[in-house]
């Protein structure tokens, strides 16, 4: 069975400074990679996916995320963090075979970016 | 345009009573999920829909717990009997894409905060 491992349940970072979210996951087929964002009182959002190609995806906003297929991980970066990053984050994975639609959720990371 | 949208957003209930859940998803998303975040743990899957296949209730923690969807659109969540540890955010997500293909992204409702006293 799949899962979703999100090592660091919070992490404080201040203003400016890089910050690395990190994330595993078990699986013996291919797979899909999700990262979503969660600000308070909200629904989660997609902030980048990795579906096949480059390992390395980025979002708008900065963030970016390498898939490593040897060591299985989907670690999220951001070289130069703001406030407004202050949320919780997920990742998540999907199998890439016919038939999945299942999606496996970490248990996130709380993000606290301070001034 | 609108997103998908999730009602009440708050519900405060008795142990014992029943509660109803509501989630209007994305016009022309197949798709539903229904997820339950617990503080620490994460998002939980509870079932899923598809077009007019059956459901996957696979995820529902007892028997307590039902969801249907009507006309391939408006789901609803129940809880009957509720317990104190029911007592979660219920989140709804609705998927583009016929089939069964996990590589599209879901879109999340803003969820309900159930508290049960």
């Known amino acids: 069975a799949q899962s979703v491992t999100q090592l660091d349940s919070q992490v404080p970072v201040f203003e400016e400074a890089p910050v690395e979210l990190r994330c595993n996951y078990s699986?013996?087929?291919?797979?899909?990679l999700f990262w979503y964002v969660q600000y308070p009182n909200q629904g989660l959002q997609l902030l980048l996916k990795?579906?096949?190609?480059?390992?390395l995806v980025e979002s708008i906003n900065g963030f970016e995320a390498e898939f490593n297929k040897s060591q299985t991980s989907f670690h999220l970066r951001k070289p130069s963090v703001h406030i407004s990053d202050t949320a919780e984050y997920f990742c998540a994975v999907s199998g890439a075979t016919s038939g999945t639609y299942k999606y496996i959720f970490g248990t996130g990371t709380r993000l606290k970016v301070l001034a | 345009g609108a997103g998908v949208s999730q009602s009440p957003s708050n519900k405060v209930t008795e142990k014992g009573k029943d509660v109803e859940l509501r989630c209007d998803p994305i016009s022309g998303h197949t798709a539903l999920y229904w997820y339950r975040q617990s503080l620490g743990q994460g998002l939980e899957f509870l079932i899923y829909f598809q077009g007019n296949s059956a459901p996957d209730k696979s995820g529902l923690p007892s028997d307590r717990f039902s969801a249907e969807r009507t006309g391939g659109s408006v789901s609803t969540l129940t809880i009957q009997r509720t317990q104190q540890e029911d007592s979660a955010v219920y989140l709804c997500a609705s998927r583009a894409g016929r089939g069964t293909s996990g590589r599209n992204e879901q879109f999340f409702g803003p969820g309900t905060r159930l508290t049960v006293l």
């Open positions: 990795y579906l096949s190609g480059s390992t």
């Open positions: 699986s013996s087929v291919s797979v899909y």
